[in-house]
């Protein structure tokens, strides 16, 4: 009895020194400095241009979400069904939808694209613009308690009929955000 408590002991030490080990693998491709290289905040007549789109795109995002249905991002912004990269955030908006409503029931939603700086743009040809949102998303659940928090990503822009649509979508995942908050410092 002893040997196996023993035994059993060990193999939970040593299983949460693993755990503690940094995954080198995830955060060795990580350049964050030179992802954010070319953002600049726009000039207050680009920013309305440009804070539509990211507020109409949240909109739809969270409506998502508390719906229970992806095909309402979905059906306004169909090229982010593809290219669906987890590993990297690329349109990673299912998994929010469905992670969310496995064990809440959600109510409402409020999000402020800027809660945590304002909106930077990267202007890329004339008619493809990446923006940069660093804000926030909080949901009501049904038993009046919130989920969400804090986001960055990036939305990237085509100028098409003149107005701008989402075609891509970048989520910072952790490895990348606290590489990104340890290069702001």
Same mark, same amino acid.
């Given at each position: 009895? %002893?040997?196996?408590?023993?035994?059993?002991?060990?193999?939970?030490? +040593?299983?949460?020194?693993?755990?503690?080990?940094?995954?080198?693998?995830?955060?060795?491709?990580?350049?964050?400095?030179?992802?954010?290289?070319?953002?600049?905040? /726009?000039?207050?007549?680009?920013?309305?241009? @440009?804070?539509?789109?990211?507020?109409?795109?949240?909109?739809?995002?969270?409506?998502?979400?508390?719906?229970?249905? #992806?095909? +309402?991002?979905?059906? =306004?912004? /169909?090229?982010? =069904?593809?290219?669906?990269?987890?590993?990297?955030? #690329?349109?990673?908006? %299912?998994?929010? !939808? $469905?992670?969310?409503?496995?064990?809440?029931?959600?109510?409402?939603?409020? @999000?402020? #694209?800027?809660?945590? $700086?304002?909106? %930077? +743009?990267?202007?890329? =040809?004339?008619?493809?613009?990446?923006?940069? !949102?660093?804000?926030? +998303? #909080?949901?009501?659940? *049904?038993?009046?308690?919130?989920?969400?928090? $804090?986001?960055?990503?990036?939305?990237?822009?085509?100028? %098409? $009929?003149?107005?701008?649509?989402?075609?891509?979508? *970048?989520?910072?995942?952790?490895?990348? @955000?606290?590489?990104?908050?340890?290069?702001? =410092?």
């Amino acid at each position: 009895m %002893k040997n196996f408590l023993l035994r059993g002991i060990m193999v939970a030490i +040593i299983l949460t020194l693993i755990g503690c080990q940094q995954n080198t693998t995830l955060t060795e491709n990580i350049s964050t400095k030179a992802d954010m290289e070319g953002f600049v905040e /726009p000039e207050p007549s680009d920013w309305v241009e @440009y804070s539509k789109p990211a507020r109409e795109y949240m909109y739809y995002r969270t409506q998502a979400v508390v719906n229970k249905d #992806i095909n +309402i991002l979905w059906d =306004k912004y /169909p090229k982010l =069904k593809d290219n669906i990269d987890r590993k990297q955030g #690329i349109n990673i908006e %299912k998994d929010e !939808v $469905e992670s969310l409503n496995q064990s809440f029931n959600l109510l409402d939603a409020n @999000y402020n #694209i800027e809660s945590y $700086e304002r909106i %930077k +743009i990267k202007n890329i =040809k004339d008619n493809e613009t990446v923006v940069l !949102v660093h804000g926030s +998303i #909080i949901y009501l659940r *049904d038993d009046f308690e919130e989920s969400g928090g $804090e986001y960055l990503i990036k939305l990237f822009l085509e100028h %098409k $009929e003149n107005h701008w649509t989402v075609v891509k979508t *970048d989520e910072y995942t952790l490895p990348e @955000y606290k590489e990104w908050v340890k290069d702001k =410092k």
